[in-house]
C-alpha cells in the first residue's frame, strides 16, 4: 500500500465530498438522532459504496493504460464542472429535510439502518464514487486508495456529526465547492499530461 495514493485518496475525496449532499444530508440526521449511531450508519453505507468502486476501478486497470488514463482525465474533468456548477448555485442546495423524511421515527439500531439507507441511496453513482473509481484505474493501487476515500468520507461525516453547521458558518459553501472543482481539474490536468507525454 502506497501511502502516497492513500493520502492523494483521501484529500481528493475530502475536498469533493465535503460541500456535497453527504455533508448535508450527515449533519440533518444528525441534529434528528444521536450522532454517533448516525456515523456508524453514514459509514456502513460509505464503506459498502467505496468497495463497489474500488472493485470496478481495480477492473478497469486490466483496459489499456492509455485509455484508462484518458477514461479518468474525463471523468475529472467531468467532476469539475459539476462541482462548479453546484457551486455556482448552492443557494438551491438540497434540502436537508429530504434526508430527514427519509429517515422517519427511528431510535437505536434503526438510527443506524436509517441512516445507512439515506446515505446509500443518496449517494449511489455520486462524484466521490466516480473519483475512487477513477484513482484507482489511473494508480493501480486498490488497498491505498479504499483506505484514502474511506477515510475520507468517514473524517467528512465525522465532521458534519460534530461541527458541521459551525464550519458552514466560516466557511461558505460554494468555496467548498470551487475547491473540489480546483482539486478535480489538476487531477485532470496531472493525467492529460502523462498520457501525451
Given at each position: 500500500?502506497?501511502?502516497?495514493?492513500?493520502?492523494?485518496?483521501?484529500?481528493?475525496?475530502?475536498?469533493?465530498?465535503?460541500?456535497?449532499?453527504?455533508?448535508?444530508?450527515?449533519?440533518?440526521?444528525?441534529?434528528?438522532?444521536?450522532?454517533?449511531?448516525?456515523?456508524?450508519?453514514?459509514?456502513?453505507?460509505?464503506?459498502?459504496?467505496?468497495?463497489?468502486?474500488?472493485?470496478?476501478?481495480?477492473?478497469?486497470?486490466?483496459?489499456?493504460?492509455?485509455?484508462?488514463?484518458?477514461?479518468?482525465?474525463?471523468?475529472?474533468?467531468?467532476?469539475?464542472?459539476?462541482?462548479?456548477?453546484?457551486?455556482?448555485?448552492?443557494?438551491?442546495?438540497?434540502?436537508?429535510?429530504?434526508?430527514?423524511?427519509?429517515?422517519?421515527?427511528?431510535?437505536?439500531?434503526?438510527?443506524?439502518?436509517?441512516?445507512?439507507?439515506?446515505?446509500?441511496?443518496?449517494?449511489?453513482?455520486?462524484?466521490?464514487?466516480l473519483l475512487t473509481l477513477s484513482l484507482v484505474a489511473r494508480y493501480e493501487e486498490p488497498v491505498g486508495v479504499f483506505v484514502g476515500?474511506?477515510?475520507?468520507?468517514?473524517?467528512?461525516?465525522?465532521?458534519?456529526?460534530?461541527?458541521?453547521?459551525?464550519?458552514?458558518?466560516?466557511?461558505?459553501?460554494?468555496?467548498?465547492?470551487?475547491?473540489?472543482?480546483?482539486?478535480?481539474?489538476?487531477?485532470?490536468?496531472?493525467?492529460?499530461?502523462?498520457?501525451?507525454?
Amino acid at each position: 500500500m502506497e501511502p502516497t495514493v492513500v493520502g492523494l485518496a483521501f484529500a481528493a475525496i475530502f475536498v469533493v465530498e465535503l460541500p456535497d449532499k453527504t455533508f448535508l444530508a450527515t449533519l440533518v440526521l444528525s441534529t434528528r438522532y444521536r450522532p454517533f449511531l448516525v456515523w456508524i450508519g453514514v459509514g456502513l453505507a460509505f464503506a459498502v459504496q467505496t468497495g463497489v468502486a474500488v472493485g470496478l476501478g481495480h477492473a478497469a486497470s486490466y483496459l489499456p493504460r492509455d485509455v484508462v488514463q484518458g477514461v479518468a482525465a474525463l471523468m475529472f474533468l467531468v467532476g469539475a464542472v459539476i462541482l462548479l456548477r453546484e457551486g455556482r448555485s448552492h443557494a438551491a442546495a438540497v434540502d436537508g429535510d429530504e434526508y430527514a423524511a427519509r429517515a422517519g421515527d427511528v431510535h437505536g439500531v434503526k438510527v443506524i439502518a436509517a441512516s445507512f439507507l439515506v446515505l446509500f441511496a443518496a449517494e449511489w453513482g455520486d462524484l466521490s464514487q466516480l473519483l475512487t473509481l477513477s484513482l484507482v484505474a489511473r494508480y493501480e493501487e486498490p488497498v491505498g486508495v479504499f483506505v484514502g476515500a474511506l477515510g475520507a468520507l468517514l473524517a467528512v461525516s465525522g465532521l458534519a456529526v460534530v461541527a458541521g453547521r459551525t464550519l458552514l458558518r466560516w466557511i461558505p459553501l460554494h468555496v467548498l465547492h470551487f475547491v473540489g472543482a480546483g482539486v478535480c481539474l489538476l487531477l485532470c490536468a496531472i493525467t492529460t499530461w502523462e498520457l501525451v507525454r
